[in-house]
């Protein structure tokens, strides 16, 4: 193949026949760009997964996470919108390298976001349960162990004003861990507004004790491990794989009277009240019982 004697020094042009070929410009803002919307799409993507478990305002406690799911959707679009300004790379090496590259970041954030969707959509849905217990009906009495070896008689403890009871499926449920972490958290908040907090669940006091230990609570986690409890009021999951029950999350403020003033269930198990929303509803029922008039006792 004859080099063209006129071609300049540095411009490569080589001819053949009539035609010349001159190398494509390198063009480094286009791949500087290119290599950010691919980082950044993939990036995000990792983000939503390792992050979803700990960022509240990205929808862990929504019935349906939409910022999470957002975050996700954009994380596609700028995959996508890398592999476009790939394909716009003069240099056929260039293109095919991060062209490649970029397609291999979509089909992982893609596949993994549906995955992640559906997870969330279909994955954690509680069996169909029903609670045997209203509002207005008294909690049944119980005497369960805790994660100390101690026996915690209820529903209502002494001095209480009132008590909020977390039914939680199991120290194997990152969502119910979440949830004690974060009532943990404001536990001195409940404890100022005269409300106590315990939480139940059938796992056996060995596995209670090992989650205090690595949630560092001290709200009582009381085991039910017979269901003597969850079963009577329908909050019992049961499996036919020989795994143990676990318990279906619901979430329960009773007076000082033991009677239930306050419900919140869901059909999603990692769908829970904030904190906030559970002081509220049990500050609102300290609330009404202190405005109460007292009942008549009939005179002699």
Known sequence: ????????????????GDEA???????PLRVIVTLALIGGGFGLYEYVLISFWSVPWMGIHERIPWPAF????????LSIAGL?????????????????LAFLFCIVVGAGGGRFVSYAMRVTVNPPFTLKLGVGQHFPTFALVD????TRRGPVASGAAATLIVVYRGDFDPFARYELAELTQHADEFRRAGVDVVAISADPVERSKMLAGYLDTKIPLLSDEHEAILGPIGLVQR?????????IPAFLIVDRDGVVR???????YRESPQPETLLDAAKSVIAAESATPPARQSSP
């Open 84 to 100: 476009r300004a790939a394909l716009g790379i003069y240099s056929p090496h260039a293109k095919l390298g991060l062209g490649l």
């Open 21 to 27: 070929w001159v190398a494509p410009p390198f063009q």
């Open 147 to 150: 994660q100390n070896g101690a």
């Open 262 to 268: 306050w419900i919140f269930t869901s059909p999603y």
């Open 70 to 77: 957002a975050l996700l959707a954009l994380a596609l679009v």
């Open 239 to 247: 499996h036919r794989n020989g795994e143990p029950d676990n318990a």
């Open 1 to 16: 193949m004859p080099i063209s004697d006129d071609a300049p020094e540095g411009d490569m042009a080589v001819v053949e």
